[in-house]
């Protein structure tokens, strides 16, 4: 009987395929990365975001000696305003620093807003939104190609296009009103 | 009568402050001098003339509490000078004549800016409304937060930056270096010749027909928005065309590559002429055409 099971056992194993491919072909994948130079992906990152934290600490630092000494409400912020989790893919975070200057930013931002007709306020926040949704694009892509210097370089665009439209709304409306050059 | 009296004087007194006050006042200025403007709400029209004269006519708001027109040495000031709180009835449009050769720095919040013919510098701010440059001959600043934002050149070498939050960006016969951007909007670069082109898109398309010189540089990124470029002239470029979502059209070079068999993206690589300058041109979700003529 063990006997029995052990010929149709043999026979089974002889049915079976000498060979297995894989279910897609992964050698070209393996051989671009034996054959790229290897480099630490995540240190030209690195570089960029801590170009932009420094970046936001000195404008918000500006900022915070430009506007300290006004007076005036400072409103809530408006929840559309929030800025969503800071990050680089799925691998990547900057850290809380970097949204906590942004969250002073944006504080500023709406005391700025204030003086601005409703419906450049309603456009300022609407384009702060379809940043975040580029922002959110560009982490779905990047989830799916955490590798993509590409995607990592447009993700930092876009956080620096966000500071830009913050500082560049808010250093508008104050320089044009205070001016003192003039 | 005694009544009729009084209703017409109540009457008159009511509409006096409702009347705008019409301003025309003229100065002696430096041929080449600094022009700074300023103007919270209402229109700037700024146009190069020929005499060394800066010359304000137009009408100021009537919560406007003075027009500031004054000159110290080779620098002239013009100035919408309204109560610190703002409100209602600060809308003054100005037209402005400037010496030809003038710098301009022009500021509002809430007024369309319109220069033609100074061929000094030009700054021009304002946050909710267009900014338009005609005939500008030397370098130029302009920026809007929600308005389109206008630069038509004479071709000559200068240093143009203009951007927008919400509008477009077209900017003809600039040359020499540029830098373009919008959140929402289309930025265009129509002819002239560049050594050095930075355009950035979040949403919207961006257009360039013109030329890149001889160890020039453009990049050109969207993030959700097409990119068509077309390069006027020889070319002498590394060329390096990705997308994530999108296909590429070249009309010169070899055929694009998908990034991957299982992602949707294509790139290009490829070097033309001695390839002494540079073209990166990238988007996430749109398509890229590459073309020249």
């Not at chain 1, 030209?44 to 005036?72: D, E």
């Not at chain 1, 969503?84 to 005391?111: I, K, M």
Request: proline content about 4%.
């Amino acid at each position: 009987m063990t006997e029995l099971n052990d010929d149709k056992l043999a026979a089974a194993a002889r049915r079976l395929p000498t060979e297995i491919s894989p279910e897609r072909d992964l050698w070209p994948g393996i051989a671009e990365a034996v054959r790229a130079p290897r480099r630490a992906r995540w240190t030209p990152m690195f570089a960029q975001a801590a170009a932009i934290v420094l970046l936001i600490g000195a404008s918000s630092a500006v900022t915070y000696v430009a506007v300290s000494g006004q007076q005036g409400p400072v409103t809530q912020v408006a929840p559309n305003l929030i800025f969503e989790q800071t990050s680089f893919g799925s691998r990547y975070n900057v850290g809380p620093g970097f949204q906590d200057a942004r969250d002073e930013l944006v504080a500023q931002l709406d005391v700025e807003l204030a003086r601005l007709s409703p419906q450049t306020r309603a456009e300022v926040a609407t384009n702060l939104e379809v940043l975040h949704e580029a922002i959110f694009a560009i982490n779905e892509a990047l989830e799916r190609d955490p590798d993509n210097l590409m995607l990592q370089a447009k993700l930092v665009n876009a956080y620096r296009e966000e500071l830009s439209v913050l500082r560049r709304v808010g250093g508008l409306t104050r320089n044009v009103m205070m001016r003192n050059d003039i | 009568m005694m009544k009729k009296l009084i209703a017409i004087t109540l009457s008159f007194l009511l509409v006096m402050p409702v009347m705008a006050e019409e301003v025309d006042e003229t100065l002696d200025a430096a041929p080449d001098g600094q022009v700074d403007i300023s103007n919270i709400a209402g229109s700037i029209t700024v146009t190069g003339w020929s005499r060394d004269a800066v010359e304000v006519t137009g009408t100021l708001g009537r919560n406007v509490e003075e027009l500031i027109f004054e000159r110290k040495k080779d620098k002239v000031t013009v100035k919408v000078k309204v109560p610190r709180h703002g409100g209602r009835g600060i809308d003054s449009d100005l037209h402005i004549n400037v010496p030809q050769n003038s710098s301009i720095d022009v500021s509002a919040v809430s007024a369309d800016i319109d220069v033609t013919d100074v061929l000094g510098e030009q700054r021009l701010h304002t946050v909710s409304g267009d900014v338009s440059s005609e005939s500008a001959g030397n370098d130029v600043e302009a920026e809007s937060v929600s308005g389109d934002v206008e630069v038509d050149g004479d071709k000559s070498d200068t240093e143009t930056i203009a951007s927008t939050v919400s509008g477009d960006v077209t900017l003809f016969r600039v040359s020499g270096t540029v830098s373009a951007e919008s959140v929402t909007g289309r930025v265009i670069v129509d002819e002239g010749s560049f050594s050095r082109v930075d355009l950035n898109v979040v949403n919207g398309e961006l257009l360039f027909q013109a030329g890149l010189r001889k160890g020039g540089k453009l990049s050109a990124e969207t993030v959700n928005g097409a990119v068509d470029v077309e390069l006027v002239g020889d070319v002498s470029a590394k060329i390096d065309v990705s997308t994530v979502n999108g296909r590429i059209r070249n009309c010169f070079g070899p055929e694009p590559e998908r990034t991957s068999k299982y992602a949707p993206g294509w790139s290009l690589r490829f070097t033309e002429g001695d390839g002494d300058g540079r073209v990166d041109i990238s988007t996430v979700n749109g398509g890229v055409k590459l073309c020249r003529k």
